[in-house]
């Protein structure tokens, strides 16, 4: 692949848009832009050489010359768009998705057409079309697909001076639920420590100002530490007094809910803090102290 590798794009928002300017940056040729958005469209392809084409989503889709066709649309029109695609492509065409949690099986009666298939799903946060265009660069994808497919994904990923790895079709959505461990269910915990903080009267926005140097200072640590050393608080000490005043209070004033997280990633801190240690003093101690609260909890 190359310089006169041919790409049309269905979805133009803000994966899509990013996407196509980046890739027209790259090198390649981007053939159509289908489009529900006609705005976001509009502002994509004044980045692109006046070639590409535009259309509007419909269930008549132009037919497409390209070597590559990508999907970036939201997960329930995959299924959809791929049904339609089936008499508008040409041989020997590479169909990928950029859905995280869907896999290239959506894809099985186009497989079964004789067009190679997969996905490519950037593990990055896109926030806006335009400016997404440059956030590629450095980041993760995970691919998967047929073998053809998987190599035309690398080189479109290497392309954008991406980093590609490549899972089982089978675990995508393991593979997508561990991204929303990260990165969706990081920001709901920040959340928490907030609703904690407003209790102690501290204002929502000054709460966030407050914990952000903390957040990134942790951020730090593990990019050059092991997750064990990366670890700090009351359950890396093994502090059995302190987790016992922070149950008291998280009783007091905030929801079960909440105390059910703090038990539960308790847990997993106290694992990983003893993990590579042995039996440390005061362990069973708040092993047991953790497991009589889950109970009340449950």
């Known amino acids: 692949m190359g310089m006169q590798t041919s790409i049309s794009i269905i979805g133009i928002g803000r994966v899509g848009g990013a996407l196509a300017i980046a890739l027209a940056d790259a090198g390649f040729d981007i053939e159509y832009l289908i489009y529900r958005d006609p705005s976001t469209a509009m502002a994509v392809s004044a980045f692109l050489p006046q070639t590409t084409k535009l259309a509007p989503w419909s269930n008549s889709l132009p037919e497409f010359q390209s070597d590559v066709v990508l999907i970036t649309t939201a997960d329930p029109d995959i299924a959809v768009i791929a049904d339609h695609l089936r008499d508008r492509l040409r041989a020997g065409c590479v169909v990928l998705h950029t859905s995280g949690s869907v896999s290239s099986e ?3 009666e186009l497989a079964s057409d004789g067009f190679y298939t997969g996905s490519v799903h950037p593990l990055v946060s896109v926030s806006d079309a335009v400016s997404g265009a440059t956030v590629f660069a450095n980041a993760f994808f995970c691919i998967e697909g047929d073998e053809t497919a998987l190599e ?15 899972i089982e079709s089978g675990k995508k959505p393991l593979y997508h639920a561990a991204a929303v461990m990260a990165c969706g269910h990081l920001v709901a915990l920040i959340d928490i420590s907030i609703q904690m903080l407003a209790k102690c009267g501290v204002e929502s926005r000054s709460a966030k100002e407050i914990l952000l140097p903390l957040i990134s200072s942790t951020l730090k640590n593990l990019q050059t530490q092991t997750l064990e050393e990366a670890l700090t608080g009351s359950f890396a000490r093994v502090d059995v007094d302190a987790v016992q005043r922070h149950l008291s209070a998280i009783n007091e004033e905030m929801s079960d809910r909440i105390r059910d997280v703090y038990l539960l990633l308790g847990e997993q801190s106290l694992d990983l803090a003893t993990s590579n240690r ?7 101690k708040l092993r047991e102290l953790i497991s009589i609260a889950k109970r009340k909890s449950g």
């Open 106 to 108: 959506v894809f099985a």
């Open 152 to 166: 035309t994904a690398r080189s479109i990923v290497e392309s954008l001076n991406g980093r590609p790895f490549s």
């Open 278 to 284: 042995g039996n440390m003093p005061d362990e069973r």
